[in-house]
């Protein structure tokens, strides 16, 4: 199979039987696929795409869902494509990836891939696979800038690179870099994830203003960040136990939810936040960014949720026993929904293998 085949429409609707939510399904080959990371877009600003990760054809590759006809469409035909590193630009015209140790994109109307950039010896991402081992990367939403986190040998680098030029900069040298997501209204700020014991951090796109937004307390796990629109703020999970809004220059910080918010994302409108739940799953709830009122239910995926590591009250890698590798994390990533927003804030993207095999799915928004 190449880059620009098509694939009849797969997809079927139906109501959630619990919460009468509209569900369309756009993918049913029994193979796995998923969308991009929650922290990343889905889909163009236009919405006439859905983006995700297909292995239908024996290894991942990037494919394109016209919403309009439900026609898929295979872009790449590459080896070494590391899944979770897909960013598609806001306009449509391009994805961005990582395969073996370049930074690459394809043209999503000619399907000819390009190379920005080789890092030659780079392992590119850390072993597991779970925060940096993912190697997620990102665009800024003005598509001019492409943050790419590059593990060498003990060092991590925060790559950016100028889509128009190819140039590139080393903007920050540390131990651990993970899950980078450009500001929604400032693509000269950034934040990422830093180890476990102090996760939340903010950059500025030339390497200034680097700064921890938000120290932990205790055993805290903070986890999971993300901007919040139209604001200087970042909701971050305090897993188990809700989460908060935290000022990356002040430093203060206000309550946002307190049931069991696992991943977690604000619509671009900036009123409401979406997120997955586990330990237990109560389905997808959606409620405001003031934290006002309760959440609500908007659908049960079903998916699997794999990663054991999740069912404790505290950060697990504090423990003795993982400090003595008596346990791993297991916890392969197309078992989580990673639920996040389209453009128009009028649908929830999410994947699911409660068939057996994880697919992509859409949940209308309730009408208020």
């Not at 877009?41 to 309009?68: K, N």
């Not at 949720?305 to 069912?311: D, K």
């Not at 009250?313 to 504090?318: E, M, N, S, V, W």
Request: aromatic share 12%; with cysteine; glycine share 8%.
């Amino acid at each position: 199979m190449a880059a620009g085949e098509t694939f009849a429409p797969e997809g079927r609707q139906w109501c959630d039987i619990r919460t009468g939510a509209r569900i369309r399904q756009w993918t049913a080959h029994r193979s796995i696929h998923h969308h991009p990371f929650f922290l990343i877009p889905a889909y163009d600003d236009a919405m006439t795409w859905l983006f995700f990760v297909s292995h239908r054809t024996g290894s991942p590759q990037i494919f394109a869902c016209e919403r309009e006809t439900g026609i898929l469409v295979q872009l790449t035909d590459h080896p070494d494509i590391a899944e979770w590193s897909v960013s598609p630009s806001r306009d449509g015209c391009y994805v961005y990836f990582t395969a073996g140790t370049g930074a690459w994109r394809v043209d999503t109307r000619m399907f000819r891939t390009e190379e920005l950039l080789n890092f030659g010896a780079a392992e590119m991402r850390e072993g597991g696979m779970v925060g940096a081992a993912m190697g997620t990367t990102a665009v800024s939403y003005d598509n001019a800038w492409w943050a790419v986190p590059v593990k060498i040998g003990l060092v991590s680098r925060l790559v950016i690179i100028d889509t128009q030029t190819g140039l590139h900069d080393i903007i920050l040298e540390r131990d651990s870099i993970g899950h980078p997501e450009f500001h929604p209204d400032d693509a000269s700020l950034l934040h990422y994830g830093g180890p476990y014991h102090n996760r939340v951090w903010v950059i500025n796109r030339d390497g200034t203003g680097h700064r921890e937004a938000l120290p932990r307390i205790g055993t805290q796990w903070l986890v999971h960040e993300a901007w919040m629109p139209g604001t200087r703020e970042l909701s971050v999970t305090n897993w188990p136990h809700g989460m908060l809004a935290v000022d990356i220059d002040t430093g203060r910080t206000r309550p946002l939810c307190a049931f069991n918010a696992w991943h977690a994302i604000s619509n671009r409108q900036g009123t409401h936040i979406v997120a997955d739940t586990t330990y237990p799953d109560i389905g997808l709830q959606l409620f405001t960014t003031t934290g006002d009122g309760e959440p609500r239910t908007l659908c049960y995926p079903e998916a699997w949720n794999l990663g054991a590591h999740w069912q404790t009250d505290h950060c697990p890698y504090d423990d003795e026993d993982y400090q003595q590798g008596k346990w791993t994390v297991h916890a392969p990533q197309h078992t989580h929904p990673y639920p996040s927003f389209s453009p128009d804030g009028r649908f929830t993207i999410y994947t699911s293998d409660c068939s057996g095999f994880s697919q992509i799915y859409e949940v209308e928004l309730p009408s208020e």
